[in-house]
């Protein structure tokens, strides 16, 4: 039926993953993949999006939140993730567009909640808050050894240094993996575990191959695709 079916609906997709994990080229991918078929594409990234939620991501990745605690910065997190969705994403949603995130409120579960710093039910009640019923559609886990994960990380900023937490230990990344997969264990319908270990190529067509089997093609387009 026109007007229905994967390329014509408002639909929130996001990508997670620790360091190194290749969102960022993913997600270009992903939407040079749709582009053409969809409505509309919007490429977006947490913390940020928003000139405001901009201006706290520098504040919070140069480490000046850091003496607030875990708790103080899943705050300003959640603060810079409301503007974000107030002003972007719901607004794009609405207009049937697609929404490519990289990170959002996972990321809030498992950096702030790595190290068992929070409270696992206090980070849930602030992401029900802060989220007010929004829900990614799709959540793409990217997966990949912290090691390999972090020499990548190194690699791709060269002689610049690390942020806040990249700056963060071998343990506190092989935590982070662990909290992105007992996310994507306890919900299944929402999260795709993607092995990002494997050639770029490799992951943008597992990552479109989920997308299509969550969104079947409605018969012409997959003509147009073919
Ligand atoms: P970014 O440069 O986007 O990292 P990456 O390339 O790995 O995605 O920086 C975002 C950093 O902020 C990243 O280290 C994860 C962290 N973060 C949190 O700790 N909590 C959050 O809620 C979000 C969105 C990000």
Redesign the pocket.
């Given at each position: 039926m026109p007007g229905e079916g994967l390329l014509h609906n408002g639909r929130f997709i996001t990508f997670e993953g620790?360091?190194?994990a290749g969102?960022?080229t993913q997600i270009r991918r992903l939407a040079s993949a749709l582009r053409g078929h969809a409505r509309e594409i919007v490429v977006t990234?947490?913390?940020g999006g928003t000139p405001l939620a901009e201006k706290l991501r520098g504040f919070?990745?140069a480490g000046k939140a850091r003496d607030f605690g875990p708790f103080g910065?899943a705050l300003l997190?959640s603060a810079a993730r409301i503007d974000h969705i107030d002003r972007i994403i719901r607004p794009a949603l609405a207009r049937g567009a697609f929404v490519l995130c990289?990170?959002?409120?996972d990321?809030?579960r498992a950096?702030?909640g790595a190290r068992g710093g929070m409270d696992a039910g206090m980070l849930l009640a602030m992401e029900r808050v802060t989220l007010a019923g929004l829900r990614p559609d799709l959540t793409f886990i990217l997966d990949i050894a912290p090691e390999t994960g972090m020499a990548r990380?190194h690699a791709r900023r060269g002689a610049a240094g690390a942020?806040?937490?990249?700056a963060e230990g071998l343990a506190f990344h092989a935590e982070l993996r662990a909290k992105f997969l007992d996310i994507a264990r306890e919900e299944p319908e929402r999260c795709r575990v993607i092995d990002a270990s494997r050639p770029e190529a490799e992951v943008a067509r597992a990552i479109l191959a989920a997308c299509l089997e969550k969104w079947p093609l409605p018969e012409a387009e997959e003509k147009k695709w073919a």
């Open positions: 620790g360091e190194g969102k960022s990234r947490e913390p919070i990745l910065e997190f990289d990170r959002f409120a990321s809030t950096y702030q990380a942020d806040r937490f990249e």
